[in-house]
């Protein structure tokens, strides 16, 4: 059994940041893909970001290119978002998920990612 536990979310006003992270159990952490995905009020889940485990490679939504950076401390079984220049539009439950089948590409469905965290809430003020 796979659990993800997210940590960091708060409120923060616009032009400010925020990490968020997320603690995997598991033996084999390192051969997940993650992600970060969110979901406003009202709005389907949205594909954040994701880093891929065979070579750490990335993968952003346009809305938050050169804003977020997504890292993994495989050590710690733990993935981060970092998360700058936040906009009232960030403001969400942001939702961490692994897709644990050793996919080779990064996939933005939520199909695609078999384990999920219980959300953590990012508030922007204006």
């Known amino acids: 059994q796979v659990q993800l536990v997210e940590f960091g979310g708060g409120l923060v006003p616009a032009g400010g940041s925020l990490t968020l992270s997320c603690v995997v159990s598991?033996?084999?952490?390192?051969?997940?893909?993650m992600a970060w995905f969110r979901q406003a009020s009202g709005t389907e889940r949205e594909f954040v970001a994701a880093?891929?485990?065979?070579?750490?490679?990335?993968y952003y939504v346009g809305s938050v290119k050169g804003r977020f950076t997504i890292t993994r401390d495989n050590a710690k079984n733990t993935v981060y978002l970092h998360m700058s220049s936040l906009k009232p539009e960030d403001a969400a439950v942001y939702y961490c998920?692994?897709?644990?089948?050793?996919?080779?590409?990064?996939?933005?469905?939520?199909?695609?990612?078999?384990?999920w965290g219980q959300g953590t809430q990012v508030t922007v003020s204006s």
């Open positions: 998920a692994a897709d644990t089948k050793g996919s080779i590409e990064i996939s933005v469905a939520t199909i695609d990612y078999d384990y």
């Open positions: 880093i891929s485990w065979s070579e750490g490679s990335t």
């Open positions: 598991g033996r084999t952490f390192s051969s997940y893909t």
